[in-house]
């Protein structure tokens, strides 16, 4: 996120904005009254026809459990 809002500002030093941590169904709603310009979510979304939706980042999702769990044994599973 860090370089995301660096490489923003450098490009758009005149835009002012704020950072708020608002749930992704809180940004939808607000993003669709138009009270919201931006929002950063988590996909999915769907049902939101009005919404523009462009990956900006992607990164790996993992699961962690401990060693003694029953799915810890399992394919891909070290």
Request: aromatic share 6%; glycine share 6%; proline share 6%.
């Amino acid at each position: 996120m860090p370089n995301i809002i660096r490489q923003f500002r450098e490009v758009n030093p005149e835009v002012e904005f704020s950072l708020r941590a608002i749930t992704t169904e809180d940004q939808v709603r607000m993003l669709e009254a138009g009270s919201l310009d931006i929002g950063f979510l988590r996909l999915p979304i769907s049902g939101h026809s009005v919404l523009d939706v462009v990956t900006v980042h992607r990164e790996p999702f993992v699961l962690v459990l401990p060693a003694s769990h029953k799915l810890a044994k399992g394919k891909g599973c070290a």
